[in-house]
Each structure stands twice: as structure tokens, then as C-alpha cells.
């Protein structure tokens, strides 16, 4: 969507939405201004309080529809030069809609823009995902490129009374329960990756470069149904973001900041991307941001995104193409 927010207190943009079955996302960024106002200074923390004042969003088209939302996740927690944040809004937009009034509010303020969908259309496509051969660079005791932390070993019970019955065995956990706190820390690699990542994110404006709408559907992997709704290039650096429900292997990763930070990516012309987890939330879907170093070359008409192999054991590559569809306009 590419679309700035007039009159909010600080430089908003709102980048992209997405339109899942029920409700859809909205994916905004903020660059924060030189005193944190009432929207965004629980924000600078980004933790998960309950409190926070993010705005209320209210959708309307050109169909008399009316949606209501609020903002529930972010990314970018280790910097204050640029917030991104997405929020669920419901009911799910109808495919028929043409124009969308967005109205953004907190308590004494209120902003407006309006989407002409007919200028960005909603895109759908298959993405070709891979096994990839050999093995990442992975430190096993790394909490970020290592294996999953495995629960703590339980001592072991003395034999009691010997009766005539037994206690059925407990059912062994599921792979979506509770996560198992992870003590280990980052290795040197994951660290300096995401500190250089990091250090690239300063922005030189409200608004990114181009956002490429992929709607890049993966189909089944690691357990759950995965999709790559967009792309955000920005002057030295770009953003994706990778949904889908919560279960299976990416339900482990997704809701642990730490796990599976470190990522790669090359283009078509064989140029090299390093990436990092920024950030990731689980209002309506669960979601994983990522930015890559640097910014994504303006004639690669294809992505190859890297998925680290800690996250079950097995290297993947999603290809995506960034052309856009036919009979549909330049983004």
C-alpha cells in the first residue's frame, strides 16, 4: 500500500494488509518522534504489556462495511529508530471492495487515509519451497542457531507399594505447549549478525522505497499452512514478514524471540543477504519478522529465502518472485 498516515503525532505509514478468512492484518511502521507521545512510549519498551495505548483502527469501504481493530505485535525490539507494528481487524474484508477509509485514533487524536485497492490489488501465489542440501554453520549450544532446548530431565522415582493397578502414564506434551525456557545464550555469529542488522536500520524517511505485494502462499511447512504476505525496501535494508498458524515447529520458533535469528537470502543475479529475526507477534496468526542487509537490488525479479535448519533439523528455501502479476500495476 505504500500509504502515509496525515495527521497522526508522529510519521506513520501504512505498508500492507493482509486478508485471512475472518479477519485481516494490518502492517504499519512508525518512525518514533524526539518525545514519545501517549500511542507510542509503552512502545520503545515493546513488551507485552496489556496497557499499552496503541490506536484504534477503524475500517470502513466502499460497500458500507465497517471494521473495527487494534493493534496487538511488533517488531524492531532493539531499536528506537523505527517501530513496526501489525494489527488484526475484523470481520475479514469483502472481496468486492474497492476503496477502504482507514481511521486511526487514541484518546485526543484521530488520523484518516483512504486505499484505492483498484491501484493495489490483492495478490496470490504459490511459492516453490525446497529441501536444501548440507548443513548451516550452527552452534549446538547457541539458543539462536542450535537445536530446540529439550525439557528438564526429571529425577527419577523411587519404587513404592506394588499393587494390582497402575496410574495411566501421562500423555507426553505437545509440540505446541508451553515453551521450555532456554538458558543457552547467542554465539558469536548470531550475535555480531544481529547487531550489524540492527545498526542498518536508520531510516531516511517516513516511507520505505517500493513495498512489493507477494502474497507468496508456501503450503504445509514445518507443520502449519505458511504464507509471505509482502515485502518493505527501504534505502539500505528490507523487511518481510512470514505468517501462519500457530502449530507444529514454527509455533516453538515464532513465540521464542531468540530461536532461529540468523537468516540468509540471495537474488537471481547471485547477490547475498543476511538477515535477522526483528520481532514477531501472535494476534490472529502467528508471525515472524525479518530484515535483510542490504537493501534488496532493484532488477532482482526473484528471492531465494533461506529457512535456518535449526528450527527442525532441516534446511529449506522458499522461492519468491518479485514480478509483479500480469495486468496488474507496477508497485
Same mark, same amino acid.
Given at each position: @500500500? *505504500? $500509504?502515509?498516515? #496525515? !495527521?497522526?503525532?508522529?510519521? =506513520? %505509514?501504512?505498508?500492507?494488509?493482509?486478508?485471512?478468512?475472518?479477519?485481516?492484518?494490518?502492517?504499519?511502521?512508525?518512525?518514533?518522534?524526539?518525545?514519545?507521545?501517549?500511542?507510542?512510549?509503552?512502545?520503545?519498551?515493546?513488551?507485552?504489556?496489556?496497557?499499552?495505548?496503541?490506536?484504534?483502527?477503524?475500517?470502513?469501504?466502499?460497500?458500507?462495511?465497517?471494521?473495527?481493530?487494534?493493534?496487538?505485535?511488533?517488531?524492531?525490539?532493539?531499536?528506537?529508530?523505527?517501530?513496526?507494528?501489525?494489527?488484526?481487524?475484523?470481520?475479514?474484508?469483502?472481496?468486492?471492495?474497492?476503496?477502504?477509509? @482507514? *481511521? $486511526?485514533?487514541? #484518546? !485526543?487524536?484521530t488520523a484518516? =487515509? %483512504?486505499?484505492?485497492?483498484?491501484?493495489?490489488?490483492?495478490?496470490?501465489?504459490?511459492?516453490?519451497?525446497?529441501?536444501?542440501?548440507?548443513?548451516?554453520?550452527?552452534?549446538?549450544?547457541c539458543a539462536?542457531?542450535?537445536?530446540?532446548?529439550?525439557?528438564?530431565?526429571?529425577?527419577?522415582?523411587?519404587?513404592?507399594?506394588?499393587?494390582?493397578?497402575?496410574?495411566?502414564?501421562?500423555?507426553?506434551?505437545?509440540?505446541?505447549?508451553?515453551?521450555?525456557?532456554?538458558?543457552?545464550?547467542?554465539?558469536?555469529?548470531?550475535?555480531?549478525?544481529?547487531?550489524?542488522?540492527?545498526?542498518?536500520?536508520?531510516?531516511?524517511?517516513?516511507? #520505505?522505497?517500493?513495498?512489493?505485494?507477494?502474497?507468496?502462499?508456501?503450503?504445509?511447512?514445518?507443520?502449519?499452512?505458511?504464507?509471505?504476505?509482502?515485502?518493505?525496501?527501504?534505502?539500505?535494508?528490507?523487511?518481510?514478514?512470514?505468517?501462519?498458524?500457530?502449530?507444529?515447529?514454527?509455533?516453538?520458533?515464532?513465540?521464542?524471540?531468540?530461536?532461529?535469528?540468523?537468516?540468509?537470502?540471495?537474488?537471481?543475479?547471485?547477490?547475498?543477504y543476511r538477515?535477522?529475526?526483528?520481532?514477531?507477534?501472535?494476534?490472529?496468526?502467528?508471525?515472524?519478522?525479518?530484515?535483510?542487509?542490504?537493501?534488496?537490488?532493484?532488477?532482482?525479479?526473484?528471492?531465494?529465502?533461506?529457512?535456518?535448519?535449526?528450527?527442525?533439523?532441516?534446511?529449506?528455501?522458499?522461492?519468491?518472485?518479485?514480478?509483479?502479476?500480469?495486468?496488474?500495476?507496477?508497485?
Amino acid at each position: @500500500m *505504500h $500509504a502515509p498516515l #496525515p !495527521g497522526w503525532p508522529t510519521a =506513520t %505509514t501504512v505498508l500492507a494488509l493482509e486478508v485471512w478468512d475472518g479477519f485481516s492484518e494490518l502492517s504499519y511502521v512508525e518512525i518514533p518522534g524526539p518525545k514519545p507521545s501517549e500511542a507510542q512510549a509503552p512502545a520503545r519498551a515493546m513488551t507485552g504489556r496489556l496497557d499499552r495505548r496503541l490506536p484504534n483502527w477503524v475500517v470502513t469501504t466502499d460497500l458500507d462495511t465497517v471494521h473495527r481493530g487494534v493493534a496487538g505485535g511488533g517488531g524492531t525490539p532493539r531499536t528506537e529508530k523505527l517501530l513496526a507494528w501489525h494489527a488484526t481487524i475484523a470481520p475479514s474484508l469483502p472481496d468486492q471492495a474497492r476503496l477502504l477509509h @482507514m *481511521h $486511526a485514533s487514541i #484518546p !485526543g487524536t484521530t488520523a484518516q =487515509t %483512504t486505499i484505492d485497492l483498484s491501484t493495489h490489488p490483492m495478490t496470490r501465489r504459490p511459492a516453490v519451497v525446497a529441501l536444501r542440501a548440507g548443513t548451516d554453520d550452527a552452534d549446538p549450544a547457541c539458543a539462536s542457531c542450535g537445536p530446540p532446548a529439550l525439557p528438564p530431565r526429571q529425577a527419577e522415582q523411587p519404587p513404592g507399594i506394588e499393587l494390582d493397578w497402575a496410574t495411566p502414564a501421562p500423555q507426553p506434551p505437545s509440540a505446541d505447549a508451553c515453551l521450555v525456557p532456554d538458558s543457552r545464550r547467542l554465539c558469536v555469529t548470531c550475535r555480531m549478525n544481529a547487531q550489524a542488522v540492527f545498526a542498518a536500520k536508520v531510516p531516511t524517511g517516513p516511507q #520505505p522505497d517500493r513495498v512489493i505485494a507477494l502474497g507468496a502462499q508456501l503450503g504445509s511447512v514445518f507443520g502449519t499452512e505458511l504464507v509471505i504476505p509482502s515485502l518493505a525496501v527501504w534505502p539500505s535494508w528490507f523487511d518481510l514478514r512470514i505468517a501462519g498458524p500457530s502449530s507444529g515447529s514454527w509455533a516453538e520458533v515464532s513465540h521464542a524471540l531468540k530461536r532461529a535469528g540468523r537468516w540468509t537470502a540471495h537474488d537471481d543475479h547471485g547477490r547475498f543477504y543476511r538477515g535477522a529475526a526483528t520481532g514477531s507477534s501472535s494476534v490472529g496468526v502467528v508471525h515472524k519478522d525479518l530484515t535483510f542487509i542490504p537493501a534488496l537490488a532493484a532488477d532482482a525479479t526473484t528471492l531465494a529465502v533461506e529457512f535456518p535448519s535449526a528450527i527442525d533439523g532441516q534446511g529449506r528455501t522458499a522461492s519468491l518472485d518479485l514480478r509483479p502479476e500480469p495486468d496488474s500495476p507496477s508497485r
